[in-house]
């Protein structure tokens, strides 16, 4: 029996070795229908689907919260004053929120208004800015006039997409300091005596204004849904889900040179440094190029980890198909410039990695990030469904939540040592939460003598001071 035991030990240490150490983050997107008293809930579940801790919002989510390396809470959600410029469809925004870990509220926002919509993901630049996916209202007469054709009689105006960056400056305070539009970088070769009139595939930095009619209802033109920022190349990502493909933007531009085709550190402004999915919508390739369908999810891979600086797009295709997750990567040269081949479209042909996502499926959001170990974390939204899969494919680790839900819209994986000291209250870097970090914290409140990282630390509720409150959060931590 003793043998038994110890050979299914040695059989689950050896399947289990290669899931990623790490706390899951995701937030369900709760159906009120079935019971409006449900609260809206983020989650950190560790491996053994332990909750680590949760957050209580008092609004739907948009889109996928962060958390921050401080343990602190930034969390997209659907509220806005205004009806929204996409009725209720899909997952609107405008409302942004920052939680201390015990789910103190830090700042509030809401940009949204009568002309702009926030939508789907946002991005937390390292100096605490927000980039935001926004619809923005531009009336159909001047889309005529700029030469889109197939506008639906009955519509007044459509909906295009834009980024902006966000300061936040405390409880409803905010400010807008930087701006892109696609509506800014349009070709079209429906009429020579329109603005912007060219051959679509000389101009593959440009989006084709007829590339897809706007959807009648409500003008949805490009239905971006996704957003990343690569730190050490100042360069925005975003997805389209009308348009099938990924396009990388300048950041390093102003708001002026963003709306133009010259000046930031690539020198083109805000044109596309690099598109990638469909390259027949430039008139380029051929159609066995086409690869993106209906994609939701991308970011870049963490410069350090297996793939760095590559690109992972979750496609979701359709149900006959199903979804697949695929790596790309980028055709930079030696200045990071990015080069089209002599076909006239951007590289790769094929992707580098592709996983075939099997049993579950998701029309809508979802995505995949790319884990230390190199193993992909994939979130099927609809399906409310998490895996972790390795290079092989093979699935290591899956979770499918159970409560009554909508979707998840995506869900990450964090390291132990992404935020353990802080987050974990392990002041004297031990591994471990108990009374001699306490008797460290009264320490510090009864002489103040301490400074620098671990004074830092002490401080738990983030005040600024460290108090007896923050002795009392430790012991709450212990606790719990």
Same mark, same amino acid.
């Given at each position: 029996m003793l043998r038994k035991l110890y050979i299914l030990a040695l059989f689950l240490t050896f399947i289990l070795s290669d899931v990623y150490d790490g706390y899951v983050l995701f937030t369900p997107s709760l159906d009120h229908s079935l019971d409006e008293s449900i609260e809206h809930t983020t989650f950190l579940m560790d491996n053994n689907e332990n909750i680590i801790n949760s957050w209580v919002h008092d609004c739907k989510p948009s889109s996928i919260p962060y958390?921050?390396?401080?343990?602190?809470?930034?969390?997209?959600?659907?509220?806005?004053?205004?009806?929204?410029?996409?009725?209720?469809?899909?997952?609107?925004?405008?409302?942004?929120?920052?939680?201390?870990?015990?789910?103190?509220?830090?700042?509030?926002?809401?940009?949204?208004?009568?002309?702009?919509?926030?939508?789907?993901?946002?991005?937390?630049?390292?100096?605490?800015?927000?980039?935001?996916?926004?619809?923005?209202?531009?009336?159909?007469d001047e889309a005529r006039s700029l030469g889109m054709e197939s506008i639906n009689d009955s519509l007044d105006f459509i909906i295009p997409c834009k980024v902006i960056e966000v300061v936040p400056n405390g409880m409803d305070e905010e400010e807008i300091i930087w701006e892109w539009r696609f509506w800014d970088h349009l070709v079209q070769d429906v009429d020579p005596d329109k603005p912007n009139y060219g051959l679509i595939s000389e101009y593959p930095e440009r989006l084709d204004i007829n590339v897809r009619p706007p959807t009648s209802s409500y003008g949805d033109w490009i239905h971006t849904n996704a957003i990343d920022f690569n730190e050490e190349l100042d360069l925005i990502v975003i997805s389209s889900r009308r348009t099938g493909e990924i396009y990388i933007i300048d950041h !390093?531009?102003?708001?002026?040179?963003?709306?133009? *085709?010259?000046?930031?550190?690539?020198?083109? %402004?805000? #044109?596309?440094? &690099?598109?990638?999915?469909?390259?027949?919508?430039?008139?380029s390739g051929n159609g066995e190029n086409d690869f993106l369908l209906n994609p939701h999810g991308v970011n870049w891979i963490n410069s350090s980890y297996p793939g760095g600086g590559n690109i992972l797009v979750y496609n979701n295709r359709?149900?006959?198909?199903?979804?697949?997750?695929?790596?790309?990567?980028?055709?930079?040269?030696?200045?990071?410039?990015?080069?089209?081949?002599?076909?006239?479209?951007?590289?790769?042909?094929?992707?580098?990695?592709?996983?075939?996502?099997?049993?579950?499926?998701?029309?809508?959001?979802?995505?995949?990030?790319?884990?230390?170990?190199?193993?992909?974390?994939?979130?099927?939204?609809?399906?409310?469904?998490?895996?972790?899969?390795?290079?092989?494919?093979?699935?290591?680790? !899956?979770?499918?939540?159970?409560?009554?839900?909508? *979707?998840?819209?995506?869900?990450?994986?964090? %390291?132990? #040592?992404?935020? &353990?000291?802080?987050?974990?209250?392990?002041?004297?870097?031990d591994n471990m939460v108990n009374i001699q970090d306490v008797i460290i914290v009264v320490g510090i409140v009864l002489d103040q003598e301490s400074s620098g990282q671990i004074l830092s630390i002490s401080d738990l509720n983030s005040d600024g001071l460290v108090d007896i409150l923050d002795v009392i959060v430790l012991v709450n931590i212990i606790l719990s």
């Open positions: 958390l921050m390396s401080d343990s602190s809470l930034v969390y997209p959600c659907k509220e806005t004053p205004f009806e929204p410029l996409n009725g209720d469809n899909g997952p609107m925004g405008g409302r942004v929120v920052k939680y201390t870990w015990q789910g103190d509220i830090l700042w509030d926002f809401n940009v949204a208004t009568s002309s702009m919509q926030p939508h789907h993901d946002i991005e937390v630049l390292d100096n605490g800015n927000i980039l935001m996916l926004v619809f923005e209202k531009v009336s159909a !390093s531009t102003s708001t002026l040179e963003a709306s133009s *085709s010259s000046g930031g550190n690539y020198a083109i %402004g805000g #044109d596309f440094l &690099y598109r990638w999915g469909k390259p027949s919508n430039y008139n359709n149900f006959n198909i199903g979804s697949v997750v695929y790596e790309i990567n980028l055709p930079l040269d030696h200045e990071n410039q990015f080069l089209l081949n002599d076909d006239g479209f951007y590289d790769p042909k094929v992707p580098i990695w592709e996983y075939q996502i099997q049993g579950v499926f998701s029309m809508t959001q979802s995505g995949a990030y790319r884990l230390e170990n190199g193993n992909t974390f994939v979130t099927v939204s609809e399906a409310v469904h998490m895996r972790e899969v390795g290079p092989d494919s093979g699935v290591v680790w !899956s979770y499918e939540y159970t409560g009554p839900n909508v *979707s998840i819209p995506r869900a990450q994986k964090l %390291g132990l #040592d992404y935020f &353990y000291q802080p987050l974990l209250g392990d002041i004297n870097s």
